[in-house]
Structures are given as structure tokens and as C-alpha cells.
């Protein structure tokens, strides 16, 4: 049975390079590769996918009109792949139970999961992730499954 664990294995494997679905308006696939891993909702504590959105981007125009998304790390021949709903949370979205000082925080949880580690210079990045307007894009697991 596949778990949230197989999507950490594989993110530690491949600096957190994952493949993600999204649906455009007219019902086709967009498809991107994001720096994407895995952390514990901050309301729920249940883990989730979490990558770190760019404002002005189409993943997040489709995400914004249909929050269903799908992840899909791979390393050699092994991939896990999520599949959920999504919520942002950000400058842009913002979310009705994250207040926005807990933001900072959050992207930068997201980092270090999605494979960046330690920044070297982390109240560099928050003023970059303001003046980017960056969200937090948080996947709930809703399927989960691999190639073992």
C-alpha cells in the first residue's frame, strides 16, 4: 500500500523535482516541473504535498479555478505519485485560517521539505518571497501510488 512515506523517500532521492498536473479551462492537462515535498498542514498537522507557487503564473490561474492537482516525483526507475485538492495561501489567496505573518514560515517549511535545506540567508528569501507575492500550495492526499 503506498503512503505519504514513499513521496518523502522519493523527494529526498531527486532534490524534490516533481512532475504536476493541472487542469486548464478547456479540460486539458498543463503539466510543469516544481520543487515540491512533503509537510504537515498547518491547521490540520496531517501531512500534505507542498510546493512554493510564483505569482503571475498560469499553475496557479488553473489551480485558482479548479484546485485539483497532481504530483509525481521520480528517481531511476521509482515514482510516487499524489493526487488532491489544493489550497493556496498567500499575498494573492489569501487562506481564512492561515493569517498572513504565519506565511513567511510557511514557504519557508516548504523549502527546506522540497529538497533547498537550509538557506543561507533566510530573511534574504522572505523579502524575495514578498516581492515575488510567492504562495503556499498545499495538496491534500486524496490517492497515493508508486512504482516500486
Known amino acids: ?7 518523502r523517500r522519493l523527494v529526498a532521492l ?9 487542469q ?11 520543487n515540491a515535498g512533503v509537510i504537515d498542514h498547518p ?6 504535498a507542498a510546493f512554493v507557487g510564483r505569482a503571475g503564473t498560469h499553475k496557479l490561474d488553473y489551480l485558482r479555478r479548479n484546485p485539483a492537482a497532481t504530483l509525481c516525483w521520480r528517481a531511476g526507475w521509482a515514482w510516487a505519485t499524489v493526487e488532491g485538492l489544493v489550497e493556496l495561501a498567500g499575498p494573492d489567496d489569501p ?8 506565511i513567511p514560515g510557511l514557504l519557508r517549511t516548504i523549502y527546506s521539505a522540497a ?3 537550509e538557506h543561507e540567508d533566510w530573511a534574504d528569501y ?3 518571497m514578498a516581492t515575488e507575492r510567492r504562495v503556499a500550495v498545499l495538496l ?3 490517492r497515493i501510488y508508486v512504482n516500486p
Do not use: E, F, K, Y
Open 24 to 34: 486548464r479551462g478547456d479540460g486539458t492537462v498543463q503539466g510543469t516541473v516544481v
Open 126 to 128: 522572505d523579502r524575495v
Open 14 to 22: 531527486d532534490h524534490g523535482l516533481a512532475n504536476l498536473a493541472t
Open 95 to 102: 487562506h481564512p485560517h492561515i493569517a498572513p505573518a504565519a
Open 43 to 48: 491547521l490540520t498537522g496531517q501531512p500534505v
Open 1 to 7: 500500500m503506498a503512503s505519504i512515506d514513499d513521496l
Open 115 to 117: 529538497g533547498g535545506g
Open 140 to 142: 491534500t492526499p486524496r
